[in-house]
């Protein structure tokens, strides 16, 4: 079964910017829609981001749109999460999901999602 390693979480300002990459073993990321969910204290797991298996269509949340952009590097067996503009209220923990029965693109709930990373921290402060 695939592994996900997610990275690239920190402490950055409040406008800046981070790169989260989640890397996989055990299994090709091409054959999987990828999603990005992040859970902040208190707070329930929320979707951010998802790539398609089939094609690399992407779908994000209305919060992060047009800040954050997901992609897939294969050659890596990677899926990144380029995160800009960074707000305040992005803190959480970023966790990665991967299935290979997701179709489609649009995949918003967290169950889902079969296999996930055990997440990196992202702080903005202001």
């Known amino acids: 079964q695939v592994q996900l390693v997610e990275s690239g979480g920190g402490l950055v300002q409040a406008g800046g910017s981070l790169r989260l990459s989640c890397a996989a073993s055990?299994?090709?990321?091409?054959?999987?829609?990828i999603g990005w969910f992040r859970q902040a204290p208190g707070k329930e797991r929320e979707f951010v981001a998802a790539i398609s298996r089939s094609d690399s269509n992407t779908y994000y949340a209305t919060s992060v749109k047009g800040r954050f952009t997901i992609s897939r590097v294969n050659a890596k067996n990677t899926v990144y999460l380029e995160m800009n503009s960074l707000k305040p209220e992005d803190t959480a923990v970023y966790s990665c999901?991967?299935?290979?029965?997701?179709?489609?693109?649009?995949?918003?709930?967290?169950?889902?999602?079969?296999?996930w990373g055990q997440g990196t921290q992202v702080t903005v402060s202001s």
């Open positions: 999901a991967a299935d290979p029965t997701v179709l489609n693109v649009m995949a918003t709930v967290p169950r889902r999602y079969r296999y």
């Open positions: 055990g299994g090709t990321l091409s054959s999987y829609t």
